[in-house]
């Protein structure tokens, strides 16, 4: 009896890379923004070095010079197991991540005011609770990938909607609980490369279309959740496009700012303001790194970043410094994006971050490689460091609580993964696209 099989589709890492390359540099172009310079030649520099050892660590884990395609045999019985375990698991998670957060933390106290709800977040809570509901709730991240992959082999059901739609459930609760679109991003990106690679997404004209309008609502929802929780902290959220921490060196032009002034409820205002919003936030990352580059000399966070949830657990477990105040002490500009090499700068120093920069993008490529060769159990780290690669012009968000979850849950997963056994051992061989 013949096996049903997927066919995957692994993008090269390095096409990925280029792919937000072509998006920050269209956006930098195209933006209303008057970008503040304040490093020196020698920060430019570091920053393309850096890039140039991530690029060549992709290309040496990788090995390959263009995407590939692999035949993964999957196990009907096994693969529907799998689904189904990582949806109760990851339910049960963000049931118990709710309940911390919501009587725990705030004592049934929520409201509509963002910032009041996190006020009440960082006041308080249960380390070991909250370590559980993140880990199992960061499950959920890697439903859609599972799901598509058993769609991709024949096997349809009407209720794998339904997963689906539990699975964006946790990003929506940091949304309307803290107004916080981190995690949405991050689930948004795994669920892109998730169906791209299996297949689930094939682009068209009709679906570029469709990607363009929902990118549009997105980021006027972005938009319009930031414009909320400017005015719930007593500031003008027009202003702030040039005043607040990020705007720093990436303020907003004049001539937006006069526009929006003079127009704050149209709809166009409305699409303006969280398009150059979205700018904003896009772009001053490179900015915050030549401004970083040029006034650090040494590590001054020694790790803490990069392994901020161990490194908060170990803390908890033994006692120890607060590691949230120990980065928050060593960093020149808390709470704004440095791109992905900022983090590696602070922790390791600029030599140190030259290693780190072409080790994570070996470890990237050599991800996308085992996958290639049908080690399924590495496919939540690969969906990951994938879904991650488009924003290395942005921020590094395996430093951030939520990227640092998911990379940890990838662990457990993996090994429910191999004792599942969803795949079977064929003679099929690996195909180049």
């Given amino acids: 009896m013949n096996t049903p099989q997927a066919t995957l589709r692994i993008l090269s ?17 195209l933006s209303p923004i008057d970008f503040n310079f304040q490093g020196d030649v020698d920060s430019v520099v570091l920053f393309f070095f850096y890039n140039l050892l991530f690029a060549l660590g992709l290309c040496v884990g990788y090995r390959r010079k263009s995407e590939s395609k692999t035949h993964i045999p999957v196990n009907k019985k096994n693969i529907h197991s799998l689904i189904n375990t990582i949806a109760w698991l990851g339910s049960i998670g963000l049931l118990i991540r709710c309940f911390e957060r919501i009587f725990i933390r705030s004592g049934g106290a929520i409201s509509t005011d963002f910032i009041a709800n996190r006020e009440m977040i960082s006041a308080g809570g249960s380390g070991s609770i909250a370590l559980i509901g993140s880990l199992l709730s960061s499950f959920l991240y890697f439903l859609p990938f599972f799901i598509f992959l058993a769609r991709a082999t024949g096997f349809r059901y009407r209720y794998h909607y339904l997963l689906l739609f539990a699975s964006l459930l946790n990003p929506l609760f940091d949304v309307a609980f803290q107004g916080s ?12 490369i998730s169906a791209i690679t299996t297949g689930f997404l094939k682009f068209n004209i009709k679906k570029i279309i469709l990607v363009a309008l929902l990118s549009i609502a997105f980021i006027w929802f972005g938009g319009s959740i930031f414009w909320q929780r400017t005015i719930q902290l007593g500031l003008d959220p027009i202003a702030s496009m040039q005043t607040s921490g990020y705007a720093i060196f990436a303020p907003a032009s004049d001539t937006v700012l006069t526009y929006l002034t003079n127009d704050k409820s ?18 001053h990352g490179m900015y915050e790194f030549f401004y970083l580059a040029a006034n650090t000399n040494s590590a001054t966070t020694f ?3 990069t392994l ?6 170990v803390t908890t477990i033994f006692g120890g410094p607060d590691v949230g105040t120990l980065n928050a002490s060593g960093v020149l500009r808390p709470g704004v994006y440095t791109t992905f090499f900022g983090p590696l700068l602070y922790d390791f120093g600029p030599t140190g971050g030259a290693f780190a920069s072409f080790f994570f993008g070996g470890l990237t490529g050599l991800l996308h490689r085992l996958i290639y060769k049908q080690k399924m159990i590495w496919a939540p780290l690969y969906l990951i460091f994938s879904a991650f690669l488009p924003f290395v012009f942005v921020v590094n ?28 051992k064929t003679d099929q061989t690996n195909t180049l696209s």
Avoid: C, D, E, H
């Avoid at 679109?181 to 892109?192: N, P």
């Avoid at 149209?266 to 772009?283: D, E, H, K, P, R």
């Avoid at 901020?308 to 657990?313: R, S, T």
């Fill in 13 to 29: 890492p390095l096409k990925i890379y280029f792919l937000g390359l072509s998006v920050y540099i269209a956006l930098w172009v």
């Fill in 181 to 192: 679109r981190s995690s949405l991003v991050m689930y948004i990106s795994i669920f892109a």
């Fill in 266 to 283: 149209s709809i166009i205002s409305g699409l303006l303001f969280s398009a150059v919003n979205f700018s904003q936030y896009f772009l």
């Fill in 303 to 305: 790790g803490l970043q």
């Fill in 308 to 313: 901020y949830i161990p490194a908060k657990i």
């Fill in 397 to 424: 968000l395996f430093t951030s609580g939520g990227g640092q979850y998911a990379i940890i849950s990838a662990i457990p997963l993996a090994l429910l993964i191999k004792s599942k056994r969803i795949t079977k």
